[in-house]
């Protein structure tokens, strides 16, 4: 898998708000941890396993931020996993690390924020 490839598709997939081409980089048992899910929904771990609720929760962003826009800083890879640098939402500069399982599909992410 072509880490650039990815990032650029991922980003691409996220600015055109469309739900079914976002999913379609994450498995099925996928398990998102992040700030903003423990903002948005109170879940203390910040955490929502499974495509089914990351659906439903990505869904209810993506209508709350009609004008979200994502611009990729920088890519970094390592074993089974990148890490993407990009401006995000509310003016924070993000983190998210993406572990890929064999498929080449993201299971894991964790997204980090600025302030």
Do not use: C, R
Request: hydrophobic share 40%.
């Amino acid at each position: 898998m072509n880490k650039e490839n990815f990032a650029n598709d991922w980003i691409k997939s996220w600015n055109s708000h469309n739900l079914d081409d976002i999913l379609s980089h994450y498995s099925e048992d996928i398990e998102v941890t992040t700030p903003m899910i423990k903002l948005a929904l109170g879940l203390e771990n910040g955490t929502l396993k499974g495509k089914d609720l990351v659906s439903d929760y990505w869904k209810k962003a993506l209508i709350k931020f009609p004008d979200l826009f994502f611009e990729l800083y920088e890519v970094t890879f390592s074993v089974n996993s990148v890490a993407l640098y990009y401006k995000s939402i509310m003016g924070k500069k993000a983190i998210e690390v993406m572990f890929f399982d064999e498929q080449g599909k993201v299971n894991k992410m964790f997204a980090h924020y600025t302030e």
